[in-house]
């Protein structure tokens, strides 16, 4: 997923900036989250080289959205409605499957999530019984099941999330040099 991947562990990015000038690279959109963070901690060296790059000005920005808990905590905390969330720890067992099986009698789904880094259904599974939890669990966990009881933040790895029972809309507009081009509006049901 990460271009960058092997750059980010020295921590320097005179690599990415020899490669970027070599090439005449002038502008960099990063693609995954793990190159979004990277690029924008050395945004001010980038931006001498005159490359330019579009992150946001805070690399912990694109941790707290991407990460599904710190960003659930995060909305919560700021009077944004968001479905039930539970992080996945030995002292939300019960509460995790009380989730499930409340869901699953209304015919709704419930949603295993990894938090962090992942894309287009990646590291996601939609659960509508005990069962098909149970095997998400060990499948996303590497079968390690829940985390323990006094795990924070962003080390939480995986949550269950209650799933919508009505119609999802949403919204996006596409602008070109100022000027709107295009916007969509989706209406789904998450029947899925």
């Known amino acids: 997923k990460s271009v960058t991947e092997d750059m980010a562990s020295s921590g320097s990015a005179d690599r990415f900036i020899a490669y970027c000038v070599a090439k005449g690279v002038r502008a ?14 050395h945004r001010e060296e980038l931006a001498s080289r005159g490359i330019q ?3 946001c000005e805070d690399p912990e920005t694109h941790i ?9 905590e995060w909305l919560s905390g700021h009077g944004v409605a968001q479905p039930r969330t539970l992080p996945v720890r030995a002292d939300t067992v019960a509460a995790c499957r009380d989730l499930v099986e409340a869901n699953a009698a209304r015919g709704n789904p419930c ?3 990894r938090t962090f880094d992942t894309c287009a259904g990646d590291g996601v599974a939609k659960v ?12 996303l966990s590497g079968g390690g099941g829940a985390q323990p009881a006094d795990t924070s933040g962003a080390e939480q790895q995986l949550i269950l ?3 919508h029972p009505g119609d999802v809309h949403e919204g996006q507009a596409i602008f070109y040099k100022g ?3 295009a916007c969509y509006l989706t209406k789904e049901n998450p029947e899925m």
Do not use: M, N
């Open 28 to 41: 960099i959109v990063a693609a995954s989250v793990p190159d979004s963070i990277f690029v924008s901690r």
């Open 53 to 55: 790059s579009l992150t």
């Open 64 to 72: 707290r959205l991407d990460h599904k808990w710190l960003c659930h």
């Open 111 to 113: 949603f295993f999530k």
């Open 128 to 139: 509508t019984s005990l069962e098909e939890y149970h095997a998400a669990v060990k499948k």
């Open 161 to 163: 999330q209650q799933g």
């Open 179 to 181: 000027e709107l081009v």
